[in-house]
């Protein structure tokens, strides 16, 4: 790598010291409740050797007191951020009245959530449930379900069954959900799958044509690709797949659980288009942190639901619900749509003058704050180094670090992450130099992988 920054990276970064990188590496080593995760949890993340403590707008704070700039988002989840004074009121006031009553009962938020999501949304009907990967179960027993015809007897294998999906897509660890995911190695460990998937060329529409028929029931896709990197679907690639989907009666179902809620500047990605999809998914941010997830279905979906199809205890209960009504409420009343454009943009030009200044980026993606930072190189140096000086990033796909930062990310912040970032590349890149000089092996090593 070449084009390192002329000032030595590790000037700008006197807030996050030496001396608080030592103290929050020996705290993690000494910290055992570190030490009960390596021994107790099943082994299915990578962790950064620090415990996190807590957060306040978009910092967050690791046990030894090392202040980091939170530009992850708890992956697109803390949209606004930590501890938000009127979250954290409404979590009080509802904890203390019901967390929980069941779904054999109204309660007092759950029907408010739904008229405001389908006001949002233009869609007609909802469904709570708890997490991302359970809405697009659901969402694909709704695309099984009303694909059944009369001749279908119940048990049998229906004509209608397919689902199509996009490369590069990721929509969940549930079994549906892993079925429709194409990234081999999340999905290939346990296949077989769902029956019937097929994946199509990520916005390839000749592809799309050759493979759609009226055995499809359904089509899945991310209206920004997020896990894979952030890839926008084309308005050519919607709106065929639109029209196709009508014309084979199969249901469109739009996965927003990362690009909704306002991520990218609207409510929904998908209304940057002109058509709407049959299902909407969403969950990350919906309850500012806290689990939850929602279907969202037009009025012809809904009419094939009858109680008893489908269902779930926790989703949709008062406290999260209530929770999101006032996340909602604080997304319009802070403008913050508005904020994720003008925010966005900034960040979108800082990020193509850092690429112009390190010939390792090779490209810089972004809708709203949603980016991705395509590197010709390994990212996860960038991601250790991040972390060390203060900044939470994350990578994706092993060459994108994806950024999310929570939607009220101030003016200030996206500048101090700039410098953050630069600094960062300029020590990744000064030590991969440095590792060339003297170790050929490695310099090789990340030479292959541009
Ligand atoms: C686009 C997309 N779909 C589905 C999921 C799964 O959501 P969850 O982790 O809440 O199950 C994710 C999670 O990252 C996602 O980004």
Redesign the pocket.
């Given at each position: 790598m070449r084009n390192a920054p002329k000032k030595p990276a590790g000037s700008l970064s006197a807030h996050f010291s030496q001396r608080g990188r030592m103290k929050t590496l020996a705290a993690a080593k000494s910290d055992s409740r570190v030490d009960d995760a390596e021994k107790f949890l099943l082994p299915t993340y990578k962790r950064q050797p620090f415990v996190l403590e807590r957060g306040r707008g978009c910092y967050v704070y690791d046990a030894a007191g090392k202040k980091y700039l939170d530009f992850l988002g708890g992956?697109?989840v803390n949209a606004l951020g930590h501890g938000h004074p009127r979250i954290v009121k409404v979590i009080r006031r509802e904890a203390a009245r019901a967390i929980h009553f069941s779904n054999l009962y109204h309660n007092a938020y759950q029907g408010p959530l739904a008229r405001k999501l389908a006001e949002c949304s233009g869609l007609d009907r909802v469904f709570f449930c708890?997490?991302?990967?359970?809405?697009?179960d659901g969402a694909m027993k709704l695309a099984r379900l009303c694909a059944r015809r009369p001749q279908d007897a119940a048990g049998q294998f229906p004509g209608k069954h397919r689902f199509l999906a996009l490369e590069n897509?990721?929509?969940?660890?549930?079994y549906g959900?892993i079925s429709v995911?194409a990234t081999e190695k999340y999905r290939l460990p346990f296949a077989p799958g769902v029956p019937g998937v097929e994946f199509v060329r990520f916005n390839d529409v000749a592809d799309l044509e050759s493979k759609f028929d009226d055995s499809v029931c359904g089509i899945l896709l991310?209206t920004v690709?997020?896990?894979g990197g952030i890839y926008p679907v084309s308005e050519l690639f919607w709106n065929r797949a639109r029209a196709l989907a009508t014309q084979h009666a199969a249901l469109m179902i739009a996965?927003?659980?990362?690009?909704g809620l306002g991520r990218t500047g609207r409510y929904f990605a998908y209304q940057r288009f002109a058509s709407k999809p049959d299902i909407a998914?969403i969950?990350?941010p919906l309850a500012a942190g806290l689990?939850l997830?929602a279907i969202l279905a037009t009025n012809k979906v809904a009419s094939y639901i009858s109680p008893g199809l489908h269902g779930t205890t926790f989703g949709g209960g008062p406290l999260v619900c209530a929770t999101a009504l006032e996340c909602l409420r604080i997304i319009e009343d802070e403008k913050l749509l508005e904020n994720v454009r003008s925010r966005g943009e900034e960040l979108k030009a800082g990020l193509q003058g850092l690429a112009a200044k390190f010939d390792f980026i090779r490209e810089v993606r972004a809708e709203g704050l949603m980016l991705g930072v395509h590197l010709s190189v390994e990212g996860a140096p960038f991601v250790a180094e991040a972390a060390k000086r203060g900044l939470l990033i994350n990578c994706t796909h092993d060459h994108i670090l994806r950024l999310l930062p929570p939607l009220v990310v101030t003016r200030a912040q996206i500048r101090g992450f700039l410098k953050l970032f630069s600094a960062v590349l300029g020590a990744v890149s000064e030590k991969s130099a440095a590792a060339e000089t003297s170790t050929p092996v490695t310099s090789k090593k990340y030479a292959t992988a541009r």
């Open positions: 992956i697109a708890n997490s991302g990967t359970e809405a697009i897509s990721f929509h969940g660890r549930t959900a995911t991310e690709q997020g896990e996965d927003e659980i990362q690009c998914v969950a990350k689990p997830g």
